[in-house]
């Protein structure tokens, strides 16, 4: 009876995941039906830019199995806690060329009938420099985004120790797009990108590569804002490495599909937003809707 119900799970898990990314691509058509190339995705000119201070706040007793299906966390009485901050900053540095950086800050929580478990910490700050179209001559609404994630120096280990970081880099190349629509006051953007992950030299733990695209439309115009944000990733088997043998880890390859529905209002001289994380389907990741809320700030 049991193995039925993972199977039906597993089965409405990859409904989920298809009507999901027909989702996107139907919002992605309509998107681009009568757009105009306007402002070549948003690239900083020099000396301008923004920052962003977010919050993130998630309570969950359940995470999408390895099979797709929902499923306590660990056991009936795991509870997991995260609040995040993140702050986040972009600025111009040449005519087509810009510069992001996020700093995150952790506070995570794990309580079950063993034991409670907290850690707090800056986590493994991200830097990018996105490339558009216009460094070329060419205005069209395209660029290139290049990072890197480079581990906190607090990275920990320990079986009741919960780690604020990764330990281990990642690389990134994203290629953006973004549009404006003639008649209304409403932007879209879709990012499609690849990151490569490494080996966490102190564990052996090699988390698998991954794939992902967001999805986003929005309208920035008047007192009140909104934005719709859909996000998919699809990440490769992970790889435990012992001294002189390497373990597949197909059980704990990741999987998500998630929706970002957020309002926004003008507060002073930037804007004050409002919104949810939704988690619609996944593998081996948190389940559960989350609260974020954050202050954008643009300078000129």
Known sequence: MLDWYQVQRSEKSTECWQNGFIIITLLLGATIFGIEQARAQWVEAPGRGWIQLSVYHHETRQQYGSNG???P???ESGRSLTTSVFVTGTVGLLRGVDLWVQVPYHRLEFNDAVQNRSNTGISDPKLHLRVGAPIV??????SIRAGVKIPSSDFEQGATIIPVGEGQRDFELIGEAGFTLRS?????FLWVGYRWRERNEGTGFEPGDELFMLLGLGETAGRFTWKFVAEGIYGYTP???HASQEQALVDER?????FFPSMGIKLGPGTGELGLRLPLAGRNMPAGPALTAGYFLRWR
């Open 239 to 241: 790889v435990q490495h």
């Open 137 to 142: 001559g060419i205005n069209i609404p395209v």
């Open 69 to 71: 299906a929902l499923q």
């Open 73 to 75: 966390l660990f056991h």
């Open 184 to 188: 209304i006051p409403i932007y879209s």
């Open 254 to 258: 990741r999987e998500l599909l998630q």
